[in-house]
C-alpha cells in the first residue's frame, strides 16, 4: 500500500482509536467503543447529520496522495529531461473543491467532457494546468478549450486535427496538443498484453501507420504547437512492465519523426491506471518505486535510441481519490439465503443497504471486488458470509460480493465500503428515480459538504409533466 505521508500523523490514539491501515484511508480509526471515525469525526453523526448513503471523503489523504505522486514524480525525474507533470485525472472523481485542493498540492487536473473543464476552471485552476481529452469532442468542447488556453488537448482521431486547429486560428491562437497513440499494450493488474492491432476506440494505432500520419498532419498546421505522444495503456496496474512495452514504442516514433523531420517532440504521457488497494492484501507498489521504475524505463529507451529524455507527464485518478473515499451506507433488510451451491457457502446473508449500484457500479460492470465494515459499532464475535446488496430492481445489483461480516448486523447499522472514491460517485445514475448520494470531506474532526445530495424536488425538476404546487404528494417538500 502506498504510504501516504503525514496523513494518519495527527491522530490521537486515546481520541480517535486505533487506525483501520488499508483499504482505509489514512484517517480512519476505531475507538473504544467500537464505532469508526474518519479524521476524527464519528461515523455516527455523520449519518445523522448527512444521511446515507453518503461519500465521506478523507480530506487529508486525499491531499498526501497528491503530494506524495508530486513528490515522488519530482525526485525521480529530476534529472530527466527537467522534470515531470502530474495530471488528476478527473474523471475517477471531480468537483469544484476537489479540483482546488489537488492544484493546490501541485497537480493539474485533466478532463474529458465541457463538464469536466468547466469544474476545473470554476475551481481557479488556470487553464495552462489543464488537459482535454476525449474520443468525440464537440465543437463546443474544443472551442471551449482553445479559449480558456487549456495545456493541452489530446487529439483522438484524424479529422480532429483539423478541427481544432481552425478553432485556434478563429481564436488566434496557437493551440498546444498531444497525439493520442494505441501502442498495443493492455495492461490490467497483473498481466499485461503486447498486440500489433487495436480493436477499439481510443486514438490513432501505431502499427497501423495512423500515429505517424497524425504526427505529420499536425506539423504541417501551424496553429498547432506539438507537444508529443500520449498513452494510456489500461486500469489497476500494478507494475511497471506493460508502461515499458508502451514508453519504448512510444518513444521510438518520437526518434523517427526527429530523424524524418528535424522536429524532436518535447513531451511524452503515459497516462494513468496505477492500482490501489481495494481489499487491504493486494500489492501496491510505493508511490515512489512507481516514479523511479517509470524514470528509469524512460531513461534507458531513450539512452538506447540516442534521444534526449522528453518531459514526461501521467494522470493518476484513482490512485489519488480512490482509497480517500468510502460509501457510508445504512443497513436495512437482512436475509439469509440457501444458495444450493456446491462451491462458496451453503448459506449466505443478504445485507441491503440504502443505496447500491447506483452509487456504486463497478462491482456489475467490472465484476470490482470491495470489501464492507460494520463501522457504527463492534460486532459480535462470529461473522458468516455476506453479501452487500442495494435496494434497485436487478440481481446484479450488488456492491460486495463476498465477504464476512459480524453474524449479528442488523437494520439500522451502519455499513462502509472502503476505497469508492473513483468512479463511484462520478458513475452515479438515478435508477429507479434514488436522488444521488453527496460527497462530505472531513478534516480534522469538522465536515464540509462537497457535492449534496440530490433531492427528489432535483430529479422532478427535469420531468417536464411536473407542475410545482400542483398536487400534493406525502413525504415530497414544495
Ligand atoms: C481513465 C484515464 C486516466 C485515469 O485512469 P486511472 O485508472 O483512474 O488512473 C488517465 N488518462 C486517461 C486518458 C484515461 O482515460
Keep these: 500500500m502506498t504510504p501516504v505521508g503525514d496523513a494518519s500523523a495527527g491522530l490521537d490514539p486515546l481520541r ?15 475507538g473504544d467503543d467500537g464505532a469508526v471515525r474518519v479524521a476524527g469525526l464519528d461515523v455516527r453523526e455523520i449519518a445523522s447529520r448527512f444521511g446515507t448513503p453518503t461519500f465521506v471523503l478523507d480530506e487529508a489523504d486525499l491531499r498526501a496522495r497528491a503530494r506524495a505522486f508530486r513528490e515522488a514524480f519530482d525526485a525521480a525525474f529530476a534529472g530527466l529531461g527537467g522534470g515531470a507533470d502530474v495530471y488528476y485525472a478527473g474523471k475517477a472523481f471531480l468537483s469544484v473543491l476537489v479540483a482546488r485542493w489537488v492544484h493546490e498540492e501541485g497537480l ?14 470554476l475551481a481557479g485552476v488556470p487553464g495552462e494546468a489543464i488537459g482535454l481529452h476525449g474520443n468525440n469532442k ?11 488556453g487549456v495545456g493541452r488537448i489530446v487529439l483522438d482521431s484524424l479529422p480532429e486535427i483539423d478541427r481544432v486547429a481552425d478553432a485556434a486560428a478563429r481564436h488566434g491562437v496557437r493551440a498546444p496538443v498531444m497525439v493520442r497513440v494505441t501502442p498495443g499494450v493492455h495492461a490490467h493488474t497483473h498481466e499485461f498484453i503486447s498486440t500489433a492491432h ?33 498513452s494510456h495503456i489500461g486500469s489497476q496496474i500494478l507494475d511497471v512492465a506493460g508502461f515499458e512495452v508502451a514508453a519504448r514504442r512510444l518513444l521510438e516514433l518520437r526518434a523517427d519523426v526527429a530523424a524524418r ?9 503515459l497516462g494513468g491506471g496505477y492500482g490501489i488497494a481495494y481489499l487491504g ?36 485518478g484513482r490512485a489519488i481519490v480512490g482509497p480517500a473515499m468510502l460509501t457510508l451506507y445504512g443497513v436495512g433488510t437482512v436475509k439469509e439465503v440457501q444458495t444450493g451451491a456446491e462451491h462458496g ?6 445485507v441491503s443497504v440504502d443505496g447500491g449500484m447506483s452509487d456504486n457500479i463497478r462491482t456489475a460492470l467490472y465484476g470490482a471486488e470491495y470489501t464492507a465494515a460494520l463501522v457504527s459499532r463492534a460486532g459480535g464475535a462470529a461473522t458468516r458470509p455476506s453479501r452487500v446488496v442495494g435496494k434497485h430492481c436487478e440481481s446484479g445489483d450488488i456492491v460486495v460480493r463476498d465477504v464476512d461480516l459480524p453474524a449479528d448486523l442488523r437494520a439500522g447499522d451502519l455499513l462502509a465500503v472502503p476505497a469508492t472514491g473513483a468512479y463511484g460517485r462520478s458513475m452515479a445514475s438515478n435508477y429507479n428515480l434514488v436522488p444521488r448520494p453527496p460527497v462530505v470531506a472531513v478534516r480534522g474532526g469538522e465536515a464540509v459538504v462537497v457535492v449534496r445530495r440530490e433531492t427528489e424536488q432535483d430529479l422532478l425538476a427535469l420531468d417536464a409533466g411536473y407542475a410545482p404546487g400542483t398536487r400534493a404528494v406525502p413525504g415530497l417538500g414544495s
Design 281 to 316: 492484501d493486494e500489492d501496491v507498489p510505493p508511490v515512489r518505486d512507481l516514479a523511479e521504475g517509470l524514470a528509469d524505463v524512460v531513461r534507458r529507451a531513450c539512452a538506447d535510441l540516442s534521444s534526449p529524455p522528453p518531459r514526461v507527464s501521467l494522470e493518476p
Design 138 to 148: 464537440s465543437d463546443a468542447e474544443i472551442d471551449r478549450a482553445v479559449a480558456a
Design 108 to 121: 493539474r487536473v485533466d478532463t474529458a467532457s465541457g463538464g469536466e473543464l468547466a469544474t476545473a476552471l
Design 16 to 30: 480517535d482509536g486505533v487506525p483501520l491501515g488499508p483499504p482505509w484511508s489514512a484517517g480512519v480509526t476505531r
Design 198 to 230: 487495436e480493436d477499439q476506440k481510443f486514438g490513432l494505432s501505431l502499427a497501423g501507420g495512423q500515429a505517424a500520419e497524425a504526427v505529420e498532419r499536425v506539423l504541417a498546421r501551424p496553429e498547432l504547437e506539438l507537444l508529443g505522444l500520449h
Design 345 to 350: 457457502p451453503a448459506v449466505r446473508a443478504y
Design 261 to 269: 523531420t528535424g522536429y524532436l517532440m518535447p513531451e511524452l504521457d
